[in-house]
């Protein structure tokens, strides 16, 4: 069994999700080959100075703008948004996921509304099929007895359920509004067809390991289960397992400070080897700055860092606060992690003030053993630069940033770039 450090498994990590050591991926092309690095992007509406989903293309994307996002997703065709958690797919999986979205008639919530609204999802596919894309506040529908999380209306449930149901698709968004069409109007013709059951299974297998780069043997059932929406039993997990990794799909790992046995795509060990001998695999090699020259802003929703990760992977206690009474939040709203070299050594709490066009930096926390030198002042600089100038901020106000000298020497950085526009 393959045993590898705690660096190369922070190093491997970031670097399969295209965040280390630089972005390598420039522009529209790069940002549909980012996502599809990362295997898919999980999407928020909260736009406090970008999106969650902004954000984390931002890290990886040389040149992104926004609007990239898009047009690869929507004008291009190359991704599907799906999921009662949201993520962006990429559109040439469809066909597994057609597979397992009909094991979604059985949620209770479903029928239970098909037999309250019998005639809801037919009207619905009525109306989309005369009308073409709409959006929710295009049906009049129907006022539910009983609110939903989904919506207040009839129409608004049949659009979600149908959505999941895989019979209709987000054909684009307005601001963060879904635009709904039927599926065949949206799906390109090569991809609108159905896998067998046991083949999307078993690409859910390994999509489930491949999401994570690395993964707790002991979390596979979770994730395999939740992917392929039916209980799973421990004995067949156990098979599963076996049988990829007889087939040299998944090869057993140890990671340094963890008793627990770990698996990875075999595919994947080269690059494990590579790092464990202190090299940088070729094809990471940055488009521009590295994160040793330009710090990045890790979205709040990143793989490497959310929902817990970050503890064990940089040893950084990272809590997203956003959904925190105000009382009991530590550091702010929307903070961010940021990324320095291969750590994770400061955060920051930004808001953009869309009257005056001001990027606020309400708060900055370094960690205890974070450098405050002047290489790390100009990357910092350089990275406040390059998040300012993605949302269109025209003024930074950073009295925040402490200690004061260090926001002194990161102005220096910042100031100039955002003058030259």
Request: charged share 25%.
């Amino acid at each position: 069994m393959e045993s590898i450090s705690r660096l190369t498994y922070r190093r491997f990590l970031m670097g399969q999700q295209g965040l280390w050591p630089g972005r390598r991926f420039k522009g529209l092309k790069g940002t549909t080959a980012a996502i599809r690095q990362m295997q898919a992007l999980q999407l928020d509406p909260l736009n406090i100075a970008a999106r969650s989903q902004e954000i984390a293309l931002y890290g990886r994307v040389l040149d992104f703008k926004l609007d990239h996002l898009y047009q690869s997703a929507y004008g291009q065709r190359n991704f599907f948004d799906y999921g009662g958690t949201l993520f962006l797919y990429p559109m040439e999986e469809l066909p597994y996921w057609r597979a397992i979205m009909p094991r979604t008639e059985r949620y209770p919530r479903m029928n239970q509304f098909r037999k309250n609204h019998p005639n809801a999802m037919d009207e619905v596919l009525a109306a989309l099929h005369a009308n073409g894309p709409m959006s929710n506040r295009d049906f009049e529908g129907n006022g539910l007895s009983q609110w939903s999380y989904r919506g207040r209306k009839d129409s608004a449930v049949a659009l979600f359920y149908l959505w999941l149901l895989g019979e209709v698709m987000i054909t684009n968004r307005k601001g963060f509004d879904r635009i709904y069409d039927l599926r065949e109007r949206v799906v390109p013709p090569e991809f609108d067809r159905i896998a067998p059951v046991a083949e999307a299974e078993d690409f859910f297998a390994r999509k489930t390991i491949a999401m994570l780069n690395i993964m707790r043997a002991k979390r596979f059932r979770i994730g395999w289960k939740d992917a392929i929406e039916r209980e799973v039993t421990p004995e067949e997990v156990q098979a599963k397992l076996a049988a990829m990794m007889e087939q040299g799909i998944v090869s057993p790992l140890r990671v340094e400070g963890s008793a627990e046995e770990w698996i990875v795509l075999t595919e994947d060990l080269p690059v494990l080897e590579t790092l464990e001998s202190g090299r940088i695999p070729k094809s990471w090699k940055p488009l521009g700055p590295s994160t040793e020259e330009e710090v990045t802003f890790l979205a709040p929703l990143e793989m490497v860092s959310a929902r817990g990760r970050a503890k064990f992977v940089f040893d950084f206690e990272y809590i997203w606060e956003v959904y925190k009474p105000v009382h009991q939040r530590r550091w702010g709203y929307y903070t961010l992690p940021i990324l320095y070299g291969d750590d994770l050594v400061a955060r920051l709490d930004p808001k953009l003030d869309r009257q005056t066009m001001t990027l606020h930096i309400l708060g900055f926390w370094l960690e205890e053993d974070a450098p405050t030198d002047e290489a790390f002042a100009n990357a910092l600089g350089r990275g406040i630069a390059r998040f300012a100038k993605l949302i269109g901020a025209k003024k930074i106000q950073a009295d925040g940033i402490q200690p004061r000298r260090l926001a002194i020497q990161a102005r220096r950085i910042w100031k100039p770039i955002l003058d030259s526009d």
